[in-house]
């Protein structure tokens, strides 16, 4: 039974639609993060005096404590921004997935 | 010699319990501290009352592994960050950031990136094909009996390394911090851990990380702020005392030691980043809420405690710079820069105790005891699943058992590998232990999170590729350890490495990945072909969420 569901969803334009949509989305927030972590980590290994340097003229915060701690804010925003799109416009079109693919077996 | 201490065993892996026990191993059994006794008997009859509640309600295998998979986003947020941040966040990162300021920032990223890829990538599949272990993912449309051996497997091992360091932390750390013997607090932890995972099951084990995370967060805050009103609450002010009078000088906030080869650094981030995405205790997490949209919650919550945490720490390393490190009384023989009574991990505590007195010390040690019982009853209870659910329901018995044999079954896991904790937490006591959360975190990287993120995204996985390479993934990641410097050199007494490098992650995942490509490509087997047709009905239901397995009514 569950099988001929799957089928019946699967066949639905709509969940074409939504993988595409959500795998899109959910591997370009991967890419950012993935490549500012990796980046900042290249830069501790081969230019780390480079983070040690002010961020302005006189001041005591360095680049690195500032990148970093945007990083830690990024990285949580781009978290809240994935659950909101993910819980409200992906989850909507899924529950309309499901029911189409009831409806078409009465 | 701290400082160089410190390096190594930050470069092994992460934990509490590692770098505790390491550097708490050579000091000496402290005087009493009762008002630590006093908050942590409060913490344990407050959990004990909470494991008899949850008795009443754990009659069926899903509210046991589970908790009926009613949990809720924010509960299990709570709970996954009490699993994440062990005693070695508060005492560990503290130390680091005092010896090594920025250092300890850096490692504290690495901990914290693998966050937001587990949301994108992986959190609302594991909810939607998982039911109560991550072998229900890994063996969903491969051969049961041999996949399911095989996770189990790399599950044990990663729970057994890992409880062997908790152990021996925990034991180094009370006798530390309360002044009980070694032998005393190991026992105490392993019956703890028995008698909530026992009775209460998942529901037990989660309330117990859920109160635990609550009271490290609110302690640290509460340090952190009463740091900082000494310094204005100003940022600049804090980073220009503590680089004035640190012997690194400005040095502090530069990136020093600890990631200078990037070989290391990249293994490194990596082992954090996909090691804590295949440690089964974590990966359970994700089975405990009532669908996907939850499990999503869960991580926004986790990351959110996670990165406010870890900036919490990086103050009070860098407040203890200043209020600990320049007070002669919290030093041996009062000589300011000479070894810190109770040695390098006691910064933390030297801290609450200078801005909060006694009751905030003994409530910082309370909740450094609550902190390593939590995170040991959450691994025997994925390690007691593992063994129950995997190899004797449906392994041994073939899916034929009952519920109630299950959980009779999971129980007495659960008691032997108490048990097994106990004896090994002894047996370790003088050992350096060092290299055994690097271990626990190589094996998770390379043994089950290859084969599970490949079950999940690559329909040519066969049961084959996934044998090669889990077990590939585990017999190299062992292999990396053992002919490190870490095992080899410094517990085998040879001369030099076999292996140059600490970090297993960087050669020890592609390996895996690679097997199990190759072992999948090349199967030509009535079962491989089975396997490939699953991916279909496995990949909609992962999309979907349409029969996953739903929360229990009550």
Same mark, same amino acid.
């Given at each position: 039974?569950?099988?001929?569901?799957?089928?019946?969803?699967?066949?639905?334009?709509?969940?074409?639609?939504?993988?595409?949509?959500?795998?899109?989305?959910?591997?370009?927030?991967? &890419?950012? @993060? %993935? =490549?500012?972590? /990796?980046?900042?980590?290249?830069?501790?290994? $081969?230019?780390?005096?480079?983070?040690?340097?002010?961020?302005?003229?006189?001041?005591?915060?360095?680049?690195?404590?500032?990148?970093?701690?945007?990083?830690?804010?990024? &990285?949580? @925003? %781009? =978290?809240?921004? /994935?659950?909101?799109?993910?819980?409200?416009? $992906?989850?909507?079109?899924?529950?309309?997935?499901i029911k189409e693919a009831w409806k078409d077996k009465k | 010699m701290m400082r160089n201490l410190l390096t190594s065993i930050a470069l092994l892996g992460f934990s509490a319990a590692t770098f505790a026990a390491d550097a708490v191993a050579q000091t000496e059994k402290q005087a009493t501290n009762w008002h630590a006794i006093i908050m942590f008997c409060i913490f344990v009859a407050l959990t004990m009352g909470i494991?008899?509640?949850?008795?009443?309600?754990?009659?069926?295998?899903?509210?046991?592994?589970?908790?009926?998979?009613?949990?809720?986003?924010?509960?299990?947020?709570?709970?996954?960050?009490?699993?994440?941040?062990?005693?070695?966040?508060?005492?560990?990162?503290?130390?680091?950031?005092?010896?090594?300021?920025?250092?300890?920032?850096?490692?504290?990223?690495?901990?914290?990136?693998?966050?937001?890829?587990?949301?994108?990538?992986?959190?609302?599949?594991?909810?939607?094909?998982?039911?109560?272990?991550?072998?229900?993912?890994?063996?969903y449309r491969l051969d049961q009996g041999k996949v399911r051996t095989m996770a189990a497997i790399s599950s044990l091992t990663v729970v057994c390394f890992y409880l062997i360091a908790q152990m021996v932390g925990a034991g180094q750390l009370i006798k530390l911090l309360f002044g009980l013997e070694y032998n005393v607090a190991i026992f105490a932890v392993g019956i703890l851990m028995m008698v909530y995972v026992t009775f209460g099951g998942m529901v037990a084990t989660t309330w117990v990380q859920i109160i635990k995370a609550v009271m490290l967060l609110s302690g640290g805050t509460l340090v952190m702020v009463l740091a900082m009103s000494q310094f204005g609450f100003s940022f600049t002010t804090l980073l220009e005392k503590a680089t004035s009078v640190h012997k690194l000088g400005d040095k502090l906030m530069y990136p020093g030691s600890l990631l200078k080869d990037p070989v290391t650094a990249i293994s490194l981030g990596l082992g954090l980043m996909f090691g804590t995405a295949g440690l089964?205790?974590?990966?359970?997490?994700?089975?405990?809420v009532t669908d996907a949209k939850e499990a999503r919650k869960s991580v926004l919550y986790a990351s959110g405690f996670v990165a406010y945490f870890f900036n919490v720490i990086f103050l009070m390393g860098l407040a203890g710079i200043l209020i600990v490190g320049q007070n002669p009384e919290f030093f041996e023989g009062g000589t300011i820069g000479g070894k810190l009574i109770g040695g390098g991990n006691m910064?933390?505590?030297?801290?609450?105790?200078?801005?909060?007195?006694?009751?905030?010390?003994?409530?910082?040690?309370?909740?450094?005891?609550?902190?390593?019982?939590?995170?040991?009853?959450?691994?025997?209870?994925?390690?007691?699943?593992?063994?129950?659910?995997?190899?004797?329901?449906?392994?041994i018995m073939k899916g034929q058992a009952s519920e109630a044999t299950e959980i009779r079954v999971s129980k007495i896991a659960t008691i032997c590998l108490g048990a097994v904790a106990i004896v090994l937490g002894i047996l370790f006591e003088k050992q350096n232990i060092a290299f055994m959360v690097g271990l626990a975190f190589g094996v998770a990287a390379a043994a089950n999170f290859p084969v599970l993120i490949l079950s999940m995204y690559w329909r040519g996985l066969t049961?084959?590729?996934?044998?090669?390479?889990?077990?590939?993934?585990?017999?190299?990641?062992?292999?990396?350890?053992?002919?490190?410097?870490?095992?080899?050199?410094?517990?085998?007494?040879?001369?030099?490495?076999?292996?140059?490098?600490?970090?297993?992650?960087?050669?020890?995942?592609?390996?895996?990945?690679?097997?199990?490509?190759?072992?999948?490509?090349?199967?030509?087997?009535?079962?491989?072909?089975?396997?490939?047709?699953?991916f279909d009905d496995q990949w909609v239901r992962a999309q979907t969420g349409f029969g996953a397995a739903s929360a229990a009514n009550h």
């Amino acid at each position: 039974m569950s099988t001929e569901m799957y089928q019946r969803m699967k066949a639905n334009p709509k969940f074409q639609d939504l993988v595409a949509r959500r795998s899109r989305f959910a591997w370009t927030l991967a &890419f950012i @993060v %993935l =490549t500012m972590f /990796y980046g900042f980590v290249l830069v501790v290994a $081969f230019n780390p005096t480079s983070l040690g340097q002010p961020i302005a003229e006189g001041s005591r915060w360095t680049l690195g404590v500032t990148a970093e701690l945007l990083m830690f804010i990024f &990285f949580w @925003v %781009l =978290t809240a921004v /994935y659950v909101k799109r993910a819980n409200t416009e $992906f989850d909507a079109l899924n529950q309309e997935i499901i029911k189409e693919a009831w409806k078409d077996k009465k | 010699m701290m400082r160089n201490l410190l390096t190594s065993i930050a470069l092994l892996g992460f934990s509490a319990a590692t770098f505790a026990a390491d550097a708490v191993a050579q000091t000496e059994k402290q005087a009493t501290n009762w008002h630590a006794i006093i908050m942590f008997c409060i913490f344990v009859a407050l959990t004990m009352g909470i494991t008899y509640w949850a008795a009443s309600r754990t009659k069926s295998t899903s509210d046991f592994y589970t908790a009926g998979g009613g949990i809720t986003g924010f509960q299990n947020g709570l709970a996954i960050a009490g699993d994440y941040m062990s005693a070695a966040t508060l005492l560990g990162l503290t130390a680091m950031v005092y010896t090594q300021g920025y250092d300890g920032y850096i490692y504290m990223l690495c901990f914290f990136a693998g966050w937001p890829i587990i949301l994108f990538l992986m959190a609302e599949r594991l909810r939607n094909l998982g039911k109560f272990t991550f072998s229900d993912i890994t063996a969903y449309r491969l051969d049961q009996g041999k996949v399911r051996t095989m996770a189990a497997i790399s599950s044990l091992t990663v729970v057994c390394f890992y409880l062997i360091a908790q152990m021996v932390g925990a034991g180094q750390l009370i006798k530390l911090l309360f002044g009980l013997e070694y032998n005393v607090a190991i026992f105490a932890v392993g019956i703890l851990m028995m008698v909530y995972v026992t009775f209460g099951g998942m529901v037990a084990t989660t309330w117990v990380q859920i109160i635990k995370a609550v009271m490290l967060l609110s302690g640290g805050t509460l340090v952190m702020v009463l740091a900082m009103s000494q310094f204005g609450f100003s940022f600049t002010t804090l980073l220009e005392k503590a680089t004035s009078v640190h012997k690194l000088g400005d040095k502090l906030m530069y990136p020093g030691s600890l990631l200078k080869d990037p070989v290391t650094a990249i293994s490194l981030g990596l082992g954090l980043m996909f090691g804590t995405a295949g440690l089964p205790h974590i990966l359970m997490r994700f089975f405990t809420v009532t669908d996907a949209k939850e499990a999503r919650k869960s991580v926004l919550y986790a990351s959110g405690f996670v990165a406010y945490f870890f900036n919490v720490i990086f103050l009070m390393g860098l407040a203890g710079i200043l209020i600990v490190g320049q007070n002669p009384e919290f030093f041996e023989g009062g000589t300011i820069g000479g070894k810190l009574i109770g040695g390098g991990n006691m910064v933390a505590m030297h801290l609450a105790k200078a801005v909060g007195g006694n009751m905030l010390l003994g409530f910082l040690a309370a909740v450094a005891f609550a902190t390593i019982l939590a995170v040991v009853s959450g691994l025997a209870l994925a390690g007691a699943s593992a063994i129950s659910h995997d190899i004797y329901a449906r392994v041994i018995m073939k899916g034929q058992a009952s519920e109630a044999t299950e959980i009779r079954v999971s129980k007495i896991a659960t008691i032997c590998l108490g048990a097994v904790a106990i004896v090994l937490g002894i047996l370790f006591e003088k050992q350096n232990i060092a290299f055994m959360v690097g271990l626990a975190f190589g094996v998770a990287a390379a043994a089950n999170f290859p084969v599970l993120i490949l079950s999940m995204y690559w329909r040519g996985l066969t049961t084959r590729g996934a044998l090669l390479g889990g077990y590939g993934g585990l017999i190299s990641a062992v292999l990396f350890v053992l002919f490190s410097k870490s095992v080899w050199v410094d517990v085998l007494g040879n001369a030099a490495p076999l292996f140059p490098y600490t970090q297993p992650a960087l050669f020890a995942m592609p390996v895996a990945f690679l097997l199990a490509f190759i072992g999948s490509k090349t199967d030509s087997t009535v079962r491989g072909k089975t396997d490939l047709e699953g991916f279909d009905d496995q990949w909609v239901r992962a999309q979907t969420g349409f029969g996953a397995a739903s929360a229990a009514n009550h």
